[in-house]
Structure formats: C-alpha cells, structure tokens
C-alpha cells in the first residue's frame, strides 16, 4: 500500500503515527471493482456495526441477481462469497478502509471509509460532471433569450413571462435530475449502486 502515515507531534516531541491516509490512487483501485462498491455501501447502511460475512454476502448476491435474499440458489452465494473472502475483502482490509477478520468472520467500517466515500458520491461513473452539463444549459437559456429578444422564428411572439416559464422549469427539471442521481449514488442506500 502506498499511503503515507499521517504524523503529530505529541507533548515533549515524539512523533506517534495516526490512522493512515488512503491515497487518490488507492481509492480509485478499490472503487475500481463493482462488488468492492456494493460492499462499502452495504457497510455504510450498517456504520458503526459489525456485519457477518454470510450477510454481507447475502446481499451482495442479491443485489448482483436483482432477487432477493430469500430467493438466492447457492451457487450465486458461492461465488460472492468466494471472490469477498479471498480477494475484495483482504483488499479492503489492506488499506485499512475496513476491519476484516477472516477468522471470526466479521466486518467494520473504518475511519477512511469516509475518503472512500466521498468519491462514490461526488464522482459517479458514466456521468458527466454537473458543472459542465450547468456550463451547457446557462448557454442554452443565453440562446432562447437571444433568440426572443432578436424574434427569430417560433421565439418571435414569445413574451418575456413565457420565457421567464421555460427556463424556471429547464432549471427546475435539471435540480430534480440532479437530486435524485446524487442520492442513488449515495452510499447506505438500500439499492445496488448504479453499474
């Protein structure tokens, strides 16, 4: 892991390590794989518990086959729980993001969830970033008003209220979009996290 150890100097002078950073790269690595976001979001949905690792299997599974736990065949439990227990798991553990004891067959959020988090939230795949698409429609209601103002065709005979209508509900069609995509994206939701 490459994060760096985050230091403070205690009275009298010596340096004693803190919790570790989780890197940008590092985060990116672990929010590369789709079964390590489920898991972050199922574990935020239970912050502050620890979950058992036939729970979070459970879901994971479900949320992969779109059915509910109750009607999961084992094969599909099989197979999350193999890919959790040796590779996404360990992985997680490793940069500290969560606590995984294979032993025991337990599993905790950590502190540097939170940096984890805020990356699923703010930068969601197969988006692109809403100041640019708020860049796209301020130049699309400069064109209308440039377009009524100057009485180009169908704008000709649109009066200042009607346009005034449209862009209020252009804007307020756009927050709503907004809204709901940000909360799908939030974790400890009960769904699946948008592919």
Request: glycine share 8%.
């Amino acid at each position: 892991m490459s994060s760096e150890t985050v230091r403070i100097r205690e009275a009298g002078g010596r340096e004693t390590p803190t919790s570790p950073s989780v890197t940008r790269e590092d985060i990116f690595e672990v929010l590369s794989n789709e079964r390590r976001q489920q898991v972050l979001n199922y574990m935020k949905q239970r912050e502050g518990e620890s979950v058992q690792l036939r729970e979070l299997v459970d879901q994971v599974a479900a949320w992969e086959n779109d059915t509910s736990i109750e009607q999961l065949d084992s094969s599909d439990r099989k197979c999350v729980y193999t890919a959790l227990r040796q590779s996404h798991l360990p992985k997680l553990d490793e940069y500290e993001i969560v606590e995984y004891d294979p032993m025991r067959g337990e599993v905790e959020l950590t502190e540097a969830a939170r940096e984890v988090q805020m990356y699923l939230e703010y930068v969601p795949r197969h988006d692109i970033p809403w100041s640019h698409y708020y860049l796209g429609l301020s130049g699309v209601a400069g064109l209308l008003t440039l377009l009524t103002w100057a009485g180009v065709g169908p704008f000709a005979g649109l009066g200042g209220l009607a346009l005034a209508g449209i862009l209020v509900v252009l804007l307020a069609t756009s927050a709503v979009v907004h809204t709901y995509q940000s909360r799908q994206n939030r974790l400890g939701s009960d769904e699946a996290l948008e592919p």
